[in-house]
Nanobody, 124 residues
C-alpha cells in the first residue's frame, strides 16, 4: 500500500516558479516510480513528468521539457516537481502517483496509487 500527499500548489504570475511536493508513505518496501499528472478544467488528465525508483531515469512531456524538473529524495520520502517559467496553460490540478516496478512510465494506467491533487493557477 502506498499513500501520496501533494503540496506546494498556489497562485503565481506567468513567468514565475513553484515547487510541488509529493510525500510518499509505503509499507511494503516495493520499488516504484513516481509521476506527476495534471488535469485542467474541461480537459483530460495528462502526463507531466516521471522519475524512476533510483532517480536515474526521468521523462517529461514535451510541453514542460526544459521548464520543469522532477527529482526524488528517498531519505525524505519526497518527490519534487520544480516548475519554472510558468505559463497560464500550466493551470491545472496536479496529481502525483506511484507505479510499482521499474522505469519512469508516462501511461497513467501503470500507476496504482494517486494523491488528492494540488491546485496550480498561473495568471497572465
Amino acid at each position: 500500500q502506498v499513500q501520496l500527499a501533494e503540496s506546494g500548489g498556489g497562485l503565481v504570475q506567468a513567468g514565475g516558479s513553484l515547487r510541488l511536493y509529493c510525500e510518499v508513505s509505503e509499507r511494503t518496501y516495493t520499488t516504484y516510480a513516481v509521476g506527476w499528472f495534471r488535469q485542467a478544467p474541461g480537459k483530460e488528465r495528462e502526463f507531466v513528468a516521471a522519475v524512476s525508483w533510483s532517480g536515474g531515469s526521468t521523462d517529461y512531456a514535451d510541453s514542460v521539457k526544459g521548464r520543469f524538473t522532477i527529482s526524488r529524495d528517498h531519505a525524505k520520502n519526497t518527490v519534487y516537481l520544480q516548475m519554472n517559467s510558468l505559463k497560464p496553460e500550466d493551470t491545472a490540478i496536479y496529481y502525483c502517483a506511484a507505479a510499482p516496478g521499474v522505469g519512469a512510465p508516462r501511461i497513467d494506467s501503470r500507476y496504482s496509487y494517486w494523491g488528492q491533487g494540488t491546485q496550480v493557477t498561473v495568471s497572465s
